[in-house]
C-alpha cells in the first residue's frame, strides 16, 4: 500500500541542496521536539552565527498521527549527522543518504520517579508514563524514550519501501542496530539509524518494534559489517569510542542537568576535531567535573570550553558559569 506523502509544508529551495544526488541509503533519525510541523519550522528558520540558513534537515518527517511530510525531494539532501569525518568523506556521506525524521521527544530522564523530557526538570516537560518506552537497560545514559506511535511505525515502514523501490537502495541494515559503527559504515548500502554513526546519539531510539516493522513492512534484513573497528581517529577504536561516550554519560548525569548539557556540548565539538577526554569525579548537581586528555589537541579544550561560557578552565577541571 503507497504511503500518502503531505507535501504543504516543504521547504524553500534555499534551505537545502536541490540536487539531484544518487541515493544508496536510507538513515532513521528522531526530531527530539514536538510535532513535524514545528521540526520543519525549526528547519527553515535556523541559521548560522553569519546569517545564513544553515541547511540542516530531512527529506520527510513522520508526525505521530502517521502522517508523512516531505520538506524537500529524496534525490535533494542536507547536512543531516554532523559527523566528525574528514570534509570529502563526510559530504560525500551526507549526499547519499535520505533522512526521515520521526517526530518525538527523544530520550527522557528519570527524577524521583517521574519521567521529563527536553532534560528539564519542570511541570512543563514531565512524560506520563504511558506514553514512554522503557528499553529495559543503560543505552547511552538513558533508560526512557518518547515510545513511538504504531502509526508512525506502520507509516515509515511504507516509506521506506517505497523509497527502496524507487530509488534501488538495497534492504539492508547492520546486524546490530543499537551499536555504533563509526566509519565502518562509510561505504554501506542501505538502511541505518543516526546513532550507528554517532556514539553521542540515541535515534531512533532502542526500540525493537522499529526495526522489527521495516523487516514486515520493507522486507529490510540484517547483514554483517566488517571492519567494524576503523573510526578515522588515530589510537582510539569505534569500540574504545562508544565505551568512553558510555563512561562520560554516567558522569555527566551526576551534575546539575545544565552544567551536564553543556559538558556534552563541548564533548561533541571536541569530537569533530578528533580531541577525547574521559570525565570524572564530577560534583553532585554541581557545575564541575574533571577531566584527562585521551587523544588530540588539549588546547582545543580550553579554547572550546571559553568559547561556550565556561567559568574555569585547567589542564584538569571543567567549571561551568551560571549552569
Known amino acids: 500500500m503507497p504511503v ?46 553569519a546569517g545564513r540558513a544553515s541547511l540542516v534537515g ?37 549526499r547519499r543518504f535520505v533522512g526521515i525524521e520521526i517526530a518525538s521527544e527523544g530520550a527522557l530522564i528519570e527524577r524521583d520517579g517521574s519521567l521529563y523530557c527536553f532534560d528539564r526538570v519542570s511541570p512543563k516537560t514531565k512524560k506520563p508514563a504511558s506514553e514512554a518506552f522503557d528499553c529495559g537497560r543503560d543505552y547511552r545514559g ?14 515509515l515502514g511504507r516509506l521506506v519501501d517505497e523509497l527502496c523501490a524507487r530509488l534501488r537502495i538495497p534492504r539492508v541494515r547492520p546486524d546490530d542496530p543499537f551499536a555504533y559503527y563509526g ?8 538502511v541505518i539509524g543516526h546513532a550507528m554513526v ?19 513492512l520493507a522486507s529490510v534484513k540484517p547483514v554483517s559489517v566488517t571492519d567494524q573497528t576503523r573510526t578515522g581517529t588515530a589510537g582510539l577504536t569505534s569500540h574504545d569510542v562508544e565505551r568512553l561516550f558510555r563512561d562520560n554519560v554516567t558522569a555527566l548525569c551526576v551534575l546539575a542537568p545544565a552544567a551536564g548539557s553543556l559538558v556534552k556540548a563541548l564533548l561533541m565539538e571536541l569530537e569533530r576535531r578528533r580531541t577525547f577526554v574521559r570525565l570524572h569525579d564530577p560534583t553532585p548537581d554541581g557545575h564541575a567535573v574533571g577531566y584527562t586528555l585521551l587523544q588530540g589537541d588539549r588546547r582545543a579544550v580550553g579554547r572550546l570550553a571559553r568559547a561556550l561560557g565556561f567559568a574555569t578552565v585547567t589542564d584538569q577541571t571543567l567549571e561551568v558559569h551560571h549552569a
Do not use: M, N
Open 198 to 216: 554517532r556514539p553521542d546519539k540515541t535515534d531512533p531510539a532502542p526500540d525493537p518494534r522499529l526495526w522489527d516493522t521495516l523487516v514486515s
Open 4 to 49: 500518502h506523502i503531505d507535501r504543504s509544508l516543504r521547504l524553500p529551495q534555499t534551505e537545502y541542496f536541490p540536487g539531484p544526488e544518487r541515493k544508496s541509503g536510507i538513515a532513521i533519525h528522531h526530531t527530539v521536539g514536538g510535532s513535524a510541523a514545528s521540526t520543519i519550522r525549526w528547519w527553515r528558520e535556523d541559521r548560522t552565527r
Open 142 to 155: 538513558c533508560r526512557w524514550f518518547d515510545r513511538y506511535e504504531d502509526a508512525q511505525l506502520t507509516a
Open 183 to 190: 566509519d565502518a559504515l562509510l561505504g554501506f548500502e542501505g
Open 58 to 94: 530531512a527529506a520527510y518527517v513522520v508526525d505521530r498521527d502517521g502522517t508523512v511530510f516531505e520538506a524537500f525531494e529524496p534525490e535533494a539532501w542536507a547536512y543531516q549527522f554532523g559527523l566528525p569525518w574528514p570534509e570529502a568523506a563526510r559530504l560525500a556521506f551526507e
